[in-house]
């Protein structure tokens, strides 16, 4: 691997995304057998900063560490000396001083993961770091494709809804774009970062012709949040528009790939029968997610690094 740390996939080399997908794969076959478990980590201590809420990710890292026989730790930031007012700096160096290989981080600030790898020497990825990247769900939601259509270039792909604030969009349009897919995104335009279309990738705001002309969509989740700021009107006004319903699916492409990152709320972005139908490739996203973060950990850590970036 080219770089020490997977920050982002702005940038990242497409050698290395073809190598963590093929990776992915291999570790996908030992998540059939009946021992789940490689000694391909052993020895080596993982640390999981979770300064921020996750079902997913969390998990699906600690398995993927235990699979790979590596010592697991997880670091919770409600039950920490942060809330005695030690400061970010502190509590990592403290944490490093114990001899761990790597931190995966989980953070609500854009840029923690970065400002991570100058305060410790261990190996930094990133779980998701605010609205900026979540590089390890969009590796995963490639794997996902290449498992499904089993090509990434040329595949037609819609990221459907609030682009601007989506950590799952940034990473996803940087892997996809990477590896020759072809992308629209469809969302109301108060959620649609200005410009976006000069990262080499097409906005239509008529979800039905996005419909219409993809492969597969994902389809984010709604932050209820931004409700209060009058980004979007309404639950019922956003359905209607952009909404995964399963009237607008019936009336398309029958072939089509519905993904979603979760947590998904249902009957706003996507119908509740949508999400659990044959077309819907959500859990198989999820298991995917273990081998891909096994890929990953395994790849940054077995001793192929050339060099830190
Ligand atoms: N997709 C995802 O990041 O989910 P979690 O927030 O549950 O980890």
């Known amino acids: 691997m080219k770089n020490k740390h997977l920050i982002g996939l702005e940038g990242y080399p497409k050698q290395d995304i073809n190598e963590i997908i093929e990776t992915a794969f291999s570790f996908k076959e030992v998540l059939e057998r009946p021992i789940k478990k490689v000694p391909s980590l052993q020895g080596k201590t993982i640390v999981n900063l979770f300064f921020e809420n996750s079902t997913r990710t969390r998990i699906s890292f600690e398995l993927a560490e235990k699979r790979l026989s590596a010592d697991s730790i997880n670091f919770s930031a409600s039950s920490s000396s942060l809330n005695k007012g030690e400061t970010f700096k502190d509590t990592v160096k403290n944490i490093e001083s114990m001899k761990?290989?790597?931190?995966?981080?989980?953070?609500?600030?854009?840029?923690?993961?970065?400002?991570?790898?100058?305060?410790?020497?261990?190996?930094?990825?990133?779980?998701?770091?605010?609205?900026?990247?979540?590089?390890?769900?969009?590796?995963?939601?490639?794997?996902?494709?290449?498992?499904?259509?089993?090509?990434?270039?040329?595949?037609?792909?819609?990221?459907?809804?609030?682009?601007?604030?989506?950590?799952?969009?940034?990473?996803?349009?940087?892997?996809?774009?990477?590896?020759?897919?072809?992308?629209?995104?469809?969302?109301?335009?108060?959620?649609?970062?200005?410009?976006?279309?000069?990262?080499?990738?097409?906005?239509?705001?008529?979800?039905?012709?996005?419909?219409?002309?993809?492969?597969?969509?994902?389809?984010?989740?709604?932050?209820?949040?931004?409700?209060?700021?009058?980004?979007?009107?309404?639950?019922?006004?956003?359905?209607?528009?952009?909404?995964?319903t399963q009237s607008r699916i019936e009336k398309h492409n029958s072939e089509l790939v519905i993904m979603h990152p979760g947590p998904m709320n249902r009957w706003v972005e996507i119908d509740s029968n949508v999400a659990d139908s044959e077309q819907a490739i959500i859990l198989d996203q999820v298991l995917n997610g273990v081998a891909t973060r096994m890929a990953i950990l395994y790849l940054l850590l077995s001793g192929t690094t050339k060099k830190d970036s």
């Open 100 to 244: 761990i290989d790597a931190a995966v981080i989980r953070h609500s600030f854009p840029g923690s993961a970065l400002m991570l790898t100058n305060y410790i020497d261990s190996v930094v990825i990133n779980a998701g770091d605010g609205t900026h990247e979540h590089p390890t769900q969009a590796l995963l939601d490639i794997v996902s494709l290449k498992e499904k259509f089993g090509y990434i270039k040329n595949l037609k792909i819609g990221i459907i809804g609030d682009i601007a604030h989506s950590r799952v969009a940034l990473s996803n349009i940087y892997g996809l774009i990477t590896l020759g897919a072809k992308v629209t995104l469809c969302g109301p335009s108060t959620l649609m970062p200005i410009k976006i279309e000069e990262l080499g990738l097409t906005v239509n705001n008529n979800i039905d012709e996005v419909i219409e002309w993809a492969d597969a969509i994902n389809v984010l989740r709604i932050q209820r949040e931004r409700m209060n700021n009058a980004l979007i009107p309404s639950v019922r006004e956003y359905r209607k528009l952009f909404g995964i």
